[in-house]
């Protein structure tokens, strides 16, 4: 099955009637607690990810296209081996590749620097790969729109 990106681990898919897009609502406070818990309205992100992937996650998978920008970007394929850090792990397969950022899906408040393979896999891919702010217009799904944009860039 052709795929454009996709991610695995632990996220929220609200209702689509939710009213997200408050300050302070549930789900911008889940949000800001765990950074890594993907949080959003599934079916909205559809159109805007033809441009770029909304957010990387445990594992964060990356269709032919994605991909070859990325390997653009960089000038050459990436060694799933050496160049993600030795807590990131991946590797090509069929239509694409995906990455794994550590051994386990994690919620983001463990404390410490637990959350550095996920940080590792946003550096590597959204110099190429994020949504542009033309695209992503004022969505304010995750408590309002300066709080969605903090949101879509907490791992850069």
């Known amino acids: 099955v052709p795929f454009r990106w996709g991610t695995a681990g632990l996220a929220i898919n609200m209702d689509p009637d939710y009213g997200a897009s408050r300050e302070g609502s549930a789900i911008a406070q889940i949000a800001s607690r765990y950074p890594a818990v993907d949080v959003g ?6 159109d805007l ?3 770029g992937i909304k957010t990387v996650n445990w594992l964060t998978f990356l269709g032919k296209d994605f991909l070859a920008r990325v390997m653009t970007h960089y000038g050459k394929p990436l060694n799933f081996a050496t160049s993600l850090g030795k807590q990131v792990d991946g590797e090509e397969i069929p239509g694409g590749a995906f990455l794994q950022a ?5 919620l983001g408040d463990e ?12 550096r590597t891919l959204f110099p190429t790969l994020q949504i542009p702010d033309s695209v992503l217009r004022n969505y304010d799904g995750i408590g ?8 879509l860039n907490r791992f850069n």
């Open 111 to 122: 404390g410490g620097d637990k959350l550095e393979p996920y940080r590792q896999v946003s």
């Open 144 to 151: 309002g729109t300066e709080n969605t944009r903090k949101w």
């Open 49 to 51: 990810t033809l441009e």
């Open 41 to 46: 309205k599934t079916l909205f992100w559809g």
């Open 102 to 106: 550590g051994p386990e899906p994690l």
